[in-house]
């Protein structure tokens, strides 16, 4: 269950991030939502870390955490705010989605 709330973690991670990028992109009343936004999904994101390390190894749940949030950060640049994609970005984007996966499988 606490691999589910690490991920769900991640998710809003990846939320406050993209709500950064937005709040860039606006003025006004709309800015100051998505700053919001942000605060919610970023204290979101910090208390379920919390709650996952309670049982969940430090090191490879934060690393896990970051890796979701990095990957869907670039990912949602990419496809949301028209940053440029190319094979090597790509490629890194794949190996960190590899080291997720290992030190997950290595942990016990």
């Known amino acids: ?11 809003f ?15 006004g009343l709309e800015m100051y939502l998505w ?6 999904s970023l204290v979101a994101s910090m208390l379920l870390l919390m709650k996952a390390v309670q049982t969940l190894p430090l090191g490879t749940a934060y690393a896990v955490w970051t890796g979701i949030g ?11 705010f028209n940053e440029s994609v190319n094979f090597w970005r790509l490629f890194f984007i794949a190996t960190l989605i590899g080291s997720i ?4 499988s290595m942990s016990h």
């Open 1 to 11: 269950m606490n691999w589910i709330i690490l991920i769900i973690a991640g998710l």
């Open 13 to 27: 991670e990846v939320a406050f991030t993209s709500c950064l990028g937005k709040a860039k992109t606006t003025t």
């Open 35 to 40: 700053y919001g936004a942000f605060f919610f």
């Open 70 to 80: 990095a990957v869907g950060t670039v990912l949602i640049g990419i496809f949301v």
């Open 101 to 104: 996966v290992g030190l997950k």
